[in-house]
Protein backbone atom coordinates (compact mmCIF):
# COMPACT_ATOMS: atom_id res chain seq x y z
CA UNK A 1 0.00 0.00 0.00
CA UNK A 2 1.46 3.40 -0.70
CA UNK A 3 2.75 5.31 1.83
CA UNK A 4 0.26 8.04 0.90
CA UNK A 5 -2.64 6.23 2.04
CA UNK A 6 -1.71 6.96 5.75
CA UNK A 7 -1.90 10.34 5.15
CA UNK A 8 -3.11 11.18 8.71
CA UNK A 9 -7.52 10.68 8.84
CA UNK A 10 -7.45 14.01 10.16
CA UNK A 11 -6.49 15.64 7.21
CA UNK A 12 -9.38 14.02 5.53
CA UNK A 13 -11.64 15.05 8.23
CA UNK A 14 -10.62 18.31 7.94
CA UNK A 15 -13.09 18.56 5.58
CA UNK A 16 -15.83 21.29 5.98
CA UNK A 17 -18.67 19.51 6.96
CA UNK A 18 -21.57 19.94 4.84
CA UNK A 19 -24.19 22.69 5.66
CA UNK A 20 -27.82 21.50 5.42
CA UNK A 21 -29.51 24.68 3.82
CA UNK A 22 -30.14 23.58 0.14
CA UNK A 23 -31.66 20.17 -1.17
CA UNK A 24 -30.62 16.58 -1.75
CA UNK A 25 -31.67 15.06 -5.51
CA UNK A 26 -31.81 11.53 -4.96
CA UNK A 27 -30.76 9.31 -7.31
CA UNK A 28 -32.61 6.05 -6.74
CA UNK A 29 -30.84 4.19 -9.87
CA UNK A 30 -28.96 4.76 -12.67
CA UNK A 31 -28.97 4.48 -16.38
CA UNK A 32 -26.48 1.87 -16.95
CA UNK A 33 -22.71 1.14 -16.23
CA UNK A 34 -20.48 2.14 -19.20
CA UNK A 35 -17.35 3.26 -20.51
CA UNK A 36 -18.72 6.81 -21.82
CA UNK A 37 -17.51 10.14 -20.33
CA UNK A 38 -19.06 12.67 -22.83
CA UNK A 39 -17.13 15.41 -21.09
CA UNK A 40 -13.33 13.77 -21.10
CA UNK A 41 -14.00 11.39 -24.14
CA UNK A 42 -16.49 12.75 -26.22
CA UNK A 43 -17.77 10.82 -29.12
CA UNK A 44 -15.59 8.05 -28.26
CA UNK A 45 -15.53 5.10 -25.73
CA UNK A 46 -13.96 6.25 -22.28
CA UNK A 47 -10.94 4.88 -20.72
CA UNK A 48 -12.81 3.68 -17.90
CA UNK A 49 -15.87 2.18 -16.70
CA UNK A 50 -18.69 4.91 -14.78
CA UNK A 51 -21.34 4.19 -13.13
CA UNK A 52 -24.06 6.99 -14.45
CA UNK A 53 -27.52 8.50 -13.35
CA UNK A 54 -29.80 10.78 -14.09
CA UNK A 55 -31.32 12.07 -17.80
CA UNK A 56 -31.77 9.65 -20.39
CA UNK A 57 -30.30 11.75 -23.21
CA UNK A 58 -26.77 10.65 -21.83
CA UNK A 59 -24.83 9.77 -24.35
CA UNK A 60 -21.07 9.77 -25.59
CA UNK A 61 -21.11 13.22 -27.44
CA UNK A 62 -24.11 15.88 -26.09
CA UNK A 63 -25.28 19.04 -25.00
CA UNK A 64 -27.46 20.78 -22.71
CA UNK A 65 -31.09 20.40 -25.47
CA UNK A 66 -29.89 16.47 -25.72
CA UNK A 67 -30.33 16.47 -21.53
CA UNK A 68 -33.28 18.32 -21.38
CA UNK A 69 -34.55 16.45 -24.33
CA UNK A 70 -34.75 13.39 -21.77
CA UNK A 71 -37.87 11.73 -21.26
CA UNK A 72 -37.14 10.30 -17.99
CA UNK A 73 -34.13 9.85 -15.16
CA UNK A 74 -33.25 7.95 -12.52
CA UNK A 75 -33.27 10.60 -10.23
CA UNK A 76 -36.47 12.02 -8.26
CA UNK A 77 -36.63 15.97 -9.27
CA UNK A 78 -38.21 15.67 -12.52
CA UNK A 79 -36.72 19.50 -13.29
CA UNK A 80 -33.28 18.17 -13.04
CA UNK A 81 -32.22 16.08 -16.21
CA UNK A 82 -28.69 16.49 -15.59
CA UNK A 83 -26.12 13.87 -15.65
CA UNK A 84 -23.75 12.71 -12.61
CA UNK A 85 -21.34 9.68 -12.72
CA UNK A 86 -18.35 8.22 -10.64
CA UNK A 87 -15.78 5.51 -11.33
CA UNK A 88 -17.18 1.74 -11.03
CA UNK A 89 -15.47 -0.12 -8.68
CA UNK A 90 -14.23 -4.12 -8.16
CA UNK A 91 -12.48 -6.21 -6.29
CA UNK A 92 -9.23 -7.73 -7.72
CA UNK A 93 -9.44 -11.10 -6.36
CA UNK A 94 -6.34 -13.50 -5.31
CA UNK A 95 -6.09 -15.32 -9.29
CA UNK A 96 -6.16 -11.53 -10.61
CA UNK A 97 -9.50 -11.43 -11.91
CA UNK A 98 -11.83 -9.16 -11.49
CA UNK A 99 -15.30 -9.10 -9.60
CA UNK A 100 -17.86 -5.76 -9.69
CA UNK A 101 -18.74 -4.66 -6.58
CA UNK A 102 -21.94 -3.88 -6.07
CA UNK A 103 -24.13 -0.54 -5.06
CA UNK A 104 -26.28 -0.13 -2.44
CA UNK A 105 -29.90 -1.05 -3.82
CA UNK A 106 -28.57 -3.35 -6.55
CA UNK A 107 -30.09 -6.45 -5.92
CA UNK A 108 -31.74 -9.65 -7.44
CA UNK A 109 -34.66 -8.30 -9.24
CA UNK A 110 -32.99 -5.91 -11.79
CA UNK A 111 -33.14 -2.66 -9.88
CA UNK A 112 -29.22 -1.01 -9.91
CA UNK A 113 -28.81 1.83 -7.11
CA UNK A 114 -28.04 5.18 -7.48
CA UNK A 115 -26.44 7.84 -5.44
CA UNK A 116 -27.88 11.31 -3.97
CA UNK A 117 -26.29 14.70 -5.14
CA UNK A 118 -26.48 17.45 -1.78
CA UNK A 119 -27.20 20.89 -3.50
CA UNK A 120 -25.44 22.67 -0.63
CA UNK A 121 -25.72 26.54 0.44
CA UNK A 122 -22.56 27.63 1.77
CA UNK A 123 -22.54 31.13 1.02
CA UNK A 124 -19.47 31.50 3.38
CA UNK A 125 -18.28 35.52 3.11
CA UNK A 126 -18.48 36.27 -0.15
CA UNK A 127 -19.74 40.02 -0.72
CA UNK A 128 -21.57 38.40 -3.65
CA UNK A 129 -23.65 36.57 -1.23
CA UNK A 130 -25.70 35.58 -4.23
CA UNK A 131 -26.09 31.67 -5.93
CA UNK A 132 -25.83 31.30 -9.39
CA UNK A 133 -28.00 28.50 -11.34
CA UNK A 134 -25.61 26.49 -13.86
CA UNK A 135 -26.45 27.92 -17.46
CA UNK A 136 -26.68 25.50 -20.42
CA UNK A 137 -24.43 23.69 -21.58
CA UNK A 138 -22.35 23.94 -18.07
CA UNK A 139 -19.98 20.85 -17.24
CA UNK A 140 -17.31 19.99 -14.54
CA UNK A 141 -15.59 17.13 -13.16
CA UNK A 142 -13.92 16.50 -9.34
CA UNK A 143 -10.99 14.28 -9.06
CA UNK A 144 -8.21 13.00 -11.21
CA UNK A 145 -8.37 8.66 -11.99
CA UNK A 146 -4.59 9.43 -12.07
CA UNK A 147 -3.94 10.65 -8.99
CA UNK A 148 -1.96 8.09 -6.58
CA UNK A 149 -1.01 10.44 -3.61
CA UNK A 150 -2.91 11.79 -1.07
CA UNK A 151 -3.05 15.71 -0.98
CA UNK A 152 -3.93 18.19 1.62
CA UNK A 153 -5.46 20.78 -0.39
CA UNK A 154 -8.72 21.68 -1.01
CA UNK A 155 -8.88 19.39 -4.24
CA UNK A 156 -7.28 16.52 -2.03
CA UNK A 157 -9.47 16.92 0.75
CA UNK A 158 -12.69 17.13 -1.40
CA UNK A 159 -12.65 13.44 -1.99
CA UNK A 160 -12.44 10.92 0.73
CA UNK A 161 -13.75 6.84 1.67
CA UNK A 162 -16.09 6.82 4.58
CA UNK A 163 -15.67 3.19 6.14
CA UNK A 164 -19.31 2.27 7.23
CA UNK A 165 -20.09 -0.01 10.32
CA UNK A 166 -17.97 -1.49 13.12
CA UNK A 167 -15.10 1.43 14.16
CA UNK A 168 -17.34 5.17 14.02
CA UNK A 169 -17.65 5.84 10.11
CA UNK A 170 -14.37 7.00 9.54
CA UNK A 171 -13.20 9.17 6.57
CA UNK A 172 -9.93 8.44 4.81
CA UNK A 173 -8.53 9.73 1.80
CA UNK A 174 -8.73 7.07 -0.15
CA UNK A 175 -9.39 2.98 0.51
CA UNK A 176 -9.73 2.15 3.92
CA UNK A 177 -6.90 -0.33 4.95
CA UNK A 178 -9.30 -2.29 6.87
CA UNK A 179 -12.50 -4.37 6.20
CA UNK A 180 -15.73 -2.06 6.73
CA UNK A 181 -18.40 -3.71 8.09
CA UNK A 182 -21.18 -1.53 6.37
CA UNK A 183 -19.60 -1.03 3.27
CA UNK A 184 -17.62 2.08 2.04
CA UNK A 185 -19.52 5.21 1.03
CA UNK A 186 -17.51 7.20 -1.57
CA UNK A 187 -17.94 11.12 -1.16
CA UNK A 188 -16.77 14.19 -3.71
CA UNK A 189 -17.52 17.61 -3.38
CA UNK A 190 -17.11 19.54 -6.18
CA UNK A 191 -16.09 23.21 -6.84
CA UNK A 192 -18.30 25.75 -6.21
CA UNK A 193 -16.65 28.58 -7.62
CA UNK A 194 -17.24 29.77 -11.36
CA UNK A 195 -15.71 32.21 -13.44
CA UNK A 196 -18.94 33.38 -14.49
CA UNK A 197 -17.75 33.53 -18.25
CA UNK A 198 -16.82 30.16 -19.65
CA UNK A 199 -19.32 26.54 -19.23
CA UNK A 200 -16.28 24.58 -19.66
CA UNK A 201 -12.27 24.70 -20.17
CA UNK A 202 -9.54 22.54 -21.56
CA UNK A 203 -8.84 20.15 -18.65
CA UNK A 204 -13.02 20.82 -17.59
CA UNK A 205 -11.77 21.88 -14.06
CA UNK A 206 -10.21 25.72 -14.89
CA UNK A 207 -13.51 27.35 -15.27
CA UNK A 208 -14.56 26.62 -11.58
CA UNK A 209 -12.42 26.99 -8.09
CA UNK A 210 -12.75 25.62 -4.50
CA UNK A 211 -13.61 28.27 -2.40
CA UNK A 212 -9.72 30.69 -0.79
CA UNK A 213 -8.16 27.32 1.38
CA UNK A 214 -11.25 25.67 1.90
CA UNK A 215 -13.56 23.05 0.20
CA UNK A 216 -17.22 24.37 1.10
CA UNK A 217 -18.24 28.13 2.19
CA UNK A 218 -15.09 29.96 2.70
CA UNK A 219 -14.79 33.28 -0.01
CA UNK A 220 -14.79 32.73 -3.84
CA UNK A 221 -11.68 33.96 -5.87
CA UNK A 222 -11.63 37.07 -7.29
CA UNK A 223 -10.75 35.18 -10.70
CA UNK A 224 -14.09 33.01 -9.95
CA UNK A 225 -16.02 35.47 -8.32
CA UNK A 226 -19.72 33.78 -8.80
CA UNK A 227 -21.18 31.38 -6.44
CA UNK A 228 -22.75 27.95 -7.43
CA UNK A 229 -24.48 25.47 -5.34
CA UNK A 230 -21.71 23.06 -3.77
CA UNK A 231 -22.67 19.65 -4.80
CA UNK A 232 -21.66 16.82 -2.65
CA UNK A 233 -22.08 13.33 -4.22
CA UNK A 234 -22.76 10.24 -2.20
CA UNK A 235 -21.94 6.87 -3.68
CA UNK A 236 -22.17 3.50 -1.14
CA UNK A 237 -20.62 0.34 -2.19
CA UNK A 238 -21.25 -2.94 -0.77
CA UNK A 239 -17.89 -4.48 0.14
CA UNK A 240 -19.06 -6.23 3.11
CA UNK A 241 -20.20 -9.11 1.28
CA UNK A 242 -16.25 -9.59 -0.12
CA UNK A 243 -15.44 -9.65 3.90
CA UNK A 244 -14.04 -13.07 3.54
CA UNK A 245 -12.28 -12.99 0.67
CA UNK A 246 -9.51 -10.73 1.68
CA UNK A 247 -6.47 -12.91 1.45
CA UNK A 248 -3.46 -9.79 1.97
CA UNK A 249 -3.48 -8.06 5.26
CA UNK A 250 -0.75 -5.72 4.11
CA UNK A 251 -3.14 -5.04 1.13
CA UNK A 252 -7.00 -4.11 0.89
CA UNK A 253 -8.45 -5.37 -2.39
CA UNK A 254 -10.37 -2.58 -3.98
CA UNK A 255 -9.68 -0.94 -7.20
CA UNK A 256 -11.26 1.57 -9.01
CA UNK A 257 -11.98 0.89 -12.84
CA UNK A 258 -9.67 3.14 -13.65
CA UNK A 259 -7.01 0.42 -12.34
CA UNK A 260 -6.20 2.49 -8.94
CA UNK A 261 -6.07 0.38 -6.18
CA UNK A 262 -5.64 3.39 -3.62
CA UNK A 263 -9.19 5.05 -4.22
CA UNK A 264 -7.52 8.27 -4.00
CA UNK A 265 -8.06 8.29 -7.87
CA UNK A 266 -11.96 8.81 -7.12
CA UNK A 267 -13.48 11.71 -9.41
CA UNK A 268 -17.13 13.10 -11.07
CA UNK A 269 -18.74 14.36 -13.42
CA UNK A 270 -21.46 16.84 -13.73
CA UNK A 271 -23.32 17.75 -17.09
CA UNK A 272 -26.07 20.31 -16.83
CA UNK A 273 -29.22 19.48 -17.62
CA UNK A 274 -31.49 21.20 -15.43
CA UNK A 275 -34.42 23.77 -15.88
CA UNK A 276 -32.66 26.74 -15.06
CA UNK A 277 -36.02 28.61 -14.25
CA UNK A 278 -36.41 26.02 -11.10
CA UNK A 279 -32.75 25.83 -9.84
CA UNK A 280 -32.71 29.72 -9.84
CA UNK A 281 -35.53 30.04 -7.75
CA UNK A 282 -34.47 27.25 -5.47
CA UNK A 283 -31.42 29.34 -5.07
CA UNK A 284 -33.28 32.14 -3.64
CA UNK A 285 -35.80 30.34 -1.92
CA UNK A 286 -33.60 27.54 0.31
CA UNK A 287 -31.14 29.92 1.38
CA UNK A 288 -30.01 30.03 5.53
CA UNK A 289 -31.80 33.53 5.87
CA UNK A 290 -35.27 32.48 3.97
CA UNK A 291 -35.84 28.43 5.11
CA UNK A 292 -37.30 28.87 8.65
CA UNK A 293 -38.63 25.12 8.05
CA UNK A 294 -36.45 23.24 5.38
CA UNK A 295 -39.01 20.71 4.36
CA UNK A 296 -40.39 23.42 1.76
CA UNK A 297 -36.95 23.17 0.35
CA UNK A 298 -36.80 19.08 -0.35
CA UNK A 299 -38.28 16.59 -3.25
CA UNK A 300 -41.37 15.15 -2.11
CA UNK A 301 -42.70 18.17 -0.17
CA UNK A 302 -46.16 19.00 -1.31
CA UNK A 303 -47.16 21.52 0.49
CA UNK A 304 -48.32 24.86 -1.46
CA UNK A 305 -44.99 26.60 -0.71
CA UNK A 306 -43.24 23.57 -2.26
CA UNK A 307 -39.99 24.36 -4.19
CA UNK A 308 -39.32 21.34 -6.52
CA UNK A 309 -42.64 20.42 -7.11
CA UNK A 310 -42.22 17.98 -9.82
CA UNK A 311 -40.61 14.28 -8.90
CA UNK A 312 -40.00 10.99 -10.39
CA UNK A 313 -41.21 8.38 -8.42
CA UNK A 314 -39.20 4.86 -7.68
CA UNK A 315 -40.81 2.97 -10.37
CA UNK A 316 -40.21 5.58 -12.91
CA UNK A 317 -36.49 6.15 -11.79
CA UNK A 318 -36.32 2.27 -11.86
CA UNK A 319 -37.07 1.67 -15.34
CA UNK A 320 -35.44 4.65 -17.07
CA UNK A 321 -32.05 2.55 -18.66
CA UNK A 322 -29.89 3.01 -21.48
CA UNK A 323 -28.51 -0.12 -23.40
CA UNK A 324 -24.95 -1.29 -23.51
CA UNK A 325 -22.90 1.27 -26.30
CA UNK A 326 -19.79 -0.95 -26.43
CA UNK A 327 -20.88 -4.23 -26.43
CA UNK A 328 -19.23 -4.82 -23.31
CA UNK A 329 -20.49 -6.50 -19.87
CA UNK A 330 -18.71 -4.35 -17.06
CA UNK A 331 -21.40 -6.06 -14.46
CA UNK A 332 -20.56 -9.61 -15.49
CA UNK A 333 -19.88 -11.99 -12.54
CA UNK A 334 -15.77 -12.16 -13.07
CA UNK A 335 -12.97 -10.30 -15.50
CA UNK A 336 -9.97 -11.31 -16.52
CA UNK A 337 -9.00 -7.53 -16.91
CA UNK A 338 -10.45 -3.95 -16.27
CA UNK A 339 -12.93 -2.59 -19.31
CA UNK A 340 -11.06 -0.41 -21.60
CA UNK A 341 -6.80 -0.20 -20.91
CA UNK A 342 -6.73 0.11 -17.05
CA UNK A 343 -3.21 -2.67 -15.97
CA UNK A 344 -3.15 -1.85 -12.07
CA UNK A 345 -0.80 0.95 -11.16
CA UNK A 346 0.21 2.23 -7.84
CA UNK A 347 1.97 5.72 -9.15
CA UNK A 348 0.68 8.68 -11.21
CA UNK A 349 3.63 8.22 -13.38
CA UNK A 350 2.17 4.58 -14.42
CA UNK A 351 -1.41 5.79 -14.75
CA UNK A 352 -0.37 8.77 -16.98
CA UNK A 353 1.87 5.97 -19.06
CA UNK A 354 -1.78 4.55 -19.79
CA UNK A 355 -3.87 6.99 -20.03
CA UNK A 356 -3.68 8.22 -23.36
CA UNK A 357 -4.98 4.44 -24.76
CA UNK A 358 -7.31 5.52 -27.46
CA UNK A 359 -10.88 4.88 -26.21
CA UNK A 360 -11.56 3.85 -29.07
CA UNK A 361 -14.99 5.12 -31.13
CA UNK A 362 -18.28 4.65 -29.98
CA UNK A 363 -20.22 2.12 -31.85
CA UNK A 364 -23.92 3.28 -33.21
CA UNK A 365 -24.92 -0.27 -32.88
CA UNK A 366 -25.88 -1.55 -29.05
CA UNK A 367 -26.77 -4.52 -27.31
CA UNK A 368 -27.69 -4.78 -23.69
CA UNK A 369 -25.56 -7.04 -21.24
CA UNK A 370 -26.72 -10.74 -20.47
CA UNK A 371 -24.99 -10.53 -17.11
CA UNK A 372 -26.34 -7.44 -14.57
CA UNK A 373 -25.13 -6.38 -11.09
CA UNK A 374 -28.54 -8.22 -9.92
CA UNK A 375 -27.04 -11.56 -10.84
CA UNK A 376 -23.81 -10.79 -9.06
CA UNK A 377 -25.36 -9.76 -5.51
CA UNK A 378 -27.22 -12.83 -5.58
CA UNK A 379 -24.22 -15.06 -5.70
CA UNK A 380 -22.06 -12.77 -3.48
CA UNK A 381 -25.11 -12.72 -0.96
CA UNK A 382 -24.98 -16.29 -0.48
CA UNK A 383 -21.33 -16.46 0.57
CA UNK A 384 -20.80 -16.17 4.35
CA UNK A 385 -20.18 -12.64 6.12
CA UNK A 386 -18.74 -12.16 9.32
CA UNK A 387 -22.15 -9.80 9.36
CA UNK A 388 -25.15 -12.28 9.63
CA UNK A 389 -28.56 -11.38 9.01
CA UNK A 390 -31.35 -12.18 11.51
CA UNK A 391 -34.11 -14.54 10.60
CA UNK A 392 -36.59 -13.41 8.18
CA UNK A 393 -40.05 -12.72 10.14
CA UNK A 394 -43.47 -12.66 8.02
CA UNK A 395 -44.72 -9.10 7.95
CA UNK A 396 -47.25 -7.33 6.06
CA UNK A 397 -46.05 -3.93 3.78
CA UNK A 398 -48.44 -1.13 3.57
CA UNK A 399 -46.90 0.08 0.09
CA UNK A 400 -48.12 3.88 -1.25
CA UNK A 401 -48.79 4.70 -4.68
CA UNK A 402 -51.24 7.24 -6.27
CA UNK A 403 -53.94 4.51 -6.36
CA UNK A 404 -54.99 2.21 -3.54
CA UNK A 405 -55.24 -1.32 -4.32
CA UNK A 406 -55.41 -4.16 -1.90
CA UNK A 407 -53.28 -7.51 -2.76
CA UNK A 408 -53.48 -10.05 -0.77
CA UNK A 409 -52.15 -8.71 2.61
CA UNK A 410 -50.13 -6.17 0.67
CA UNK A 411 -52.46 -2.76 1.04
CA UNK A 412 -51.33 0.57 -1.10
CA UNK A 413 -52.42 3.57 0.16
CA UNK A 414 -51.50 7.35 -1.48
CA UNK A 415 -50.12 9.67 1.34
CA UNK A 416 -48.19 12.89 0.90
CA UNK A 417 -44.42 12.52 -0.21
CA UNK A 418 -44.71 8.72 -0.96
CA UNK A 419 -42.79 5.78 0.37
CA UNK A 420 -44.28 2.88 2.53
CA UNK A 421 -44.01 1.35 5.99
CA UNK A 422 -44.26 -2.40 6.62
CA UNK A 423 -46.41 -3.37 9.33
CA UNK A 424 -44.93 -5.52 12.16
CA UNK A 425 -47.40 -5.40 14.98
CA UNK A 426 -46.56 -9.21 14.63
CA UNK A 427 -43.06 -9.04 15.90
CA UNK A 428 -43.72 -6.17 18.78
CA UNK A 429 -42.80 -3.22 17.05
CA UNK A 430 -45.20 -0.34 15.70
CA UNK A 431 -44.69 1.98 12.56
CA UNK A 432 -43.70 5.53 14.07
CA UNK A 433 -43.15 7.78 11.21
CA UNK A 434 -40.51 9.00 9.12
CA UNK A 435 -37.84 10.75 11.31
CA UNK A 436 -34.59 13.05 10.34
CA UNK A 437 -31.18 11.93 11.10
CA UNK A 438 -28.13 13.92 10.37
CA UNK A 439 -24.70 12.29 9.67
CA UNK A 440 -22.86 14.65 11.90
CA UNK A 441 -25.03 14.33 14.71
CA UNK A 442 -26.80 11.14 14.77
CA UNK A 443 -30.35 10.59 16.14
CA UNK A 444 -29.55 7.74 18.32
CA UNK A 445 -25.85 9.33 18.85
CA UNK A 446 -22.72 7.62 17.30
CA UNK A 447 -21.56 5.54 19.97
CA UNK A 448 -25.38 3.32 19.81
CA UNK A 449 -25.53 0.48 18.10
CA UNK A 450 -26.15 0.22 14.05
CA UNK A 451 -25.55 -2.28 11.32
CA UNK A 452 -25.05 -2.04 7.21
CA UNK A 453 -26.63 -4.77 5.14
CA UNK A 454 -26.68 -5.87 1.26
CA UNK A 455 -30.22 -7.61 2.29
CA UNK A 456 -31.75 -5.12 4.62
CA UNK A 457 -35.23 -5.27 5.46
CA UNK A 458 -37.34 -3.94 8.04
CA UNK A 459 -38.08 -7.11 9.99
CA UNK A 460 -34.01 -8.07 10.05
CA UNK A 461 -33.37 -4.34 11.41
CA UNK A 462 -36.27 -5.14 14.39
CA UNK A 463 -34.66 -8.34 15.20
CA UNK A 464 -31.03 -6.60 15.10
CA UNK A 465 -32.05 -3.67 17.65
CA UNK A 466 -35.06 -6.37 19.80
CA UNK A 467 -31.59 -8.57 20.26
CA UNK A 468 -30.15 -6.23 22.92
CA UNK A 469 -33.61 -4.63 24.65
CA UNK A 470 -33.95 -1.65 22.16
CA UNK A 471 -36.70 0.07 22.15
CA UNK A 472 -36.35 1.80 19.02
CA UNK A 473 -35.10 0.54 15.56
CA UNK A 474 -34.92 2.73 12.29
CA UNK A 475 -33.73 1.64 9.07
CA UNK A 476 -32.41 4.68 6.56
CA UNK A 477 -30.83 4.94 3.35
CA UNK A 478 -31.78 1.17 2.06
CA UNK A 479 -29.45 -0.72 4.10
CA UNK A 480 -28.38 1.08 7.06
CA UNK A 481 -30.30 -0.10 10.66
CA UNK A 482 -30.19 2.15 13.72
CA UNK A 483 -30.47 1.28 17.40
CA UNK A 484 -32.04 3.49 20.44
CA UNK A 485 -33.25 3.98 23.49
CA UNK A 486 -34.50 7.87 23.02
CA UNK A 487 -35.91 9.99 20.61
CA UNK A 488 -35.22 13.44 20.84
CA UNK A 489 -37.62 15.75 20.45
CA UNK A 490 -35.79 17.35 17.10
CA UNK A 491 -35.88 14.65 15.61
CA UNK A 492 -39.64 13.55 15.91
CA UNK A 493 -41.50 12.35 12.81
CA UNK A 494 -42.17 14.89 10.19
CA UNK A 495 -45.71 15.18 7.84
CA UNK A 496 -43.46 16.16 4.94
CA UNK A 497 -42.18 12.09 4.38
CA UNK A 498 -38.87 11.43 3.02
CA UNK A 499 -38.55 7.96 3.44
CA UNK A 500 -38.78 6.60 -0.08
CA UNK A 501 -35.81 4.87 -0.30
CA UNK A 502 -36.46 0.88 -1.19
CA UNK A 503 -34.70 -1.78 1.30
CA UNK A 504 -32.24 -3.39 -0.24
CA UNK A 505 -33.26 -6.75 0.47
CA UNK A 506 -36.88 -6.07 -0.42
CA UNK A 507 -37.60 -3.47 -2.72
CA UNK A 508 -41.58 -3.50 -1.82
CA UNK A 509 -40.26 -2.19 1.64
CA UNK A 510 -39.01 1.21 2.31
CA UNK A 511 -36.51 1.83 4.28
CA UNK A 512 -35.80 5.33 5.38
CA UNK A 513 -34.03 7.56 2.53
CA UNK A 514 -31.41 10.86 2.61
CA UNK A 515 -30.62 11.54 6.51
CA UNK A 516 -34.08 9.82 7.06
CA UNK A 517 -35.36 7.11 9.06
CA UNK A 518 -38.14 4.74 8.60
CA UNK A 519 -39.25 4.63 12.55
CA UNK A 520 -40.10 1.71 14.38
CA UNK A 521 -40.96 1.57 18.25
CA UNK A 522 -41.04 -1.66 20.61
CA UNK A 523 -44.80 -1.63 21.97
CA UNK A 524 -45.82 -1.38 25.54
CA UNK A 525 -46.91 -4.46 27.41
CA UNK A 526 -50.65 -4.68 27.71
CA UNK A 527 -51.35 -2.18 25.35
CA UNK A 528 -52.36 -2.13 21.65
CA UNK A 529 -49.68 -2.21 19.27
CA UNK A 530 -50.84 0.03 16.75
CA UNK A 531 -48.83 1.77 13.99
CA UNK A 532 -48.86 5.45 14.25
CA UNK A 533 -50.70 7.16 10.64
CA UNK A 534 -52.29 10.49 10.37
CA UNK A 535 -55.92 10.75 10.49
CA UNK A 536 -56.28 11.31 7.01
CA UNK A 537 -54.52 7.91 6.16
CA UNK A 538 -56.76 5.84 8.51
CA UNK A 539 -59.59 8.05 6.97
CA UNK A 540 -58.83 6.53 3.67
CA UNK A 541 -57.80 3.56 4.71
CA UNK A 542 -61.15 2.77 6.33
CA UNK A 543 -63.14 4.21 3.43
CA UNK A 544 -61.95 1.84 0.88
CA UNK A 545 -61.22 -1.06 2.66
CA UNK A 546 -63.56 -1.16 5.56
CA UNK A 547 -60.39 -2.03 7.78
CA UNK A 548 -60.20 -0.77 11.28
CA UNK A 549 -57.30 1.15 12.20
Known amino acids: MPSSLLLSVAVSLSLVVPTYAGFQVQCFSRLFDERLDPIVDPGKLSKHVHVIAGGNGFAASMDFDMARASSCTTCNVRDDLSNYWTPKMYFHAQNGSFIPVPIVGDNQYGNMGGMVIYYN ?13 FPPNFRMLAGSPMKRNATSDSAGRAVHMKCLG ?20 AEIVMPSCWDGVNVDSADHKSHVSYPVGVVEGGT ?58 VLANAATACQNT ?18 LRHMTNQGEAFACKLPSVSGEKPNASVLDTLPGCNPITDTEAAARSVFSCNGGTAPSSVSSPSTTASTIVTSLTASPSTSTSPTTTTT ?91 LPADRQPSPANKCIKPCSGDAGQTCGGDRAMSLYKACSQGQPCVNNQTPAVRRRRRRNFNLST
Open 121 to 133: DNRGDTPNNHIYP
Open 166 to 185: DGGNVDYPGFPPRKCSGGIR
Open 220 to 277: CPPTHPKRLFSMFYEVTYSTEVFQDMWYDAQQQPFVLASGDPTGLGFHADFLNGWDVD
Open 290 to 307: LVQNGNRCQPGYTGADAV
Open 396 to 486: TTTKFSSTPTQTGSVITIPVPGGGSFTDATSLGFSYVGCASDDPANRTFGRTNKWVGWPDMTVQKCIAFCQADGHLFAGVEWGSECFCGQT
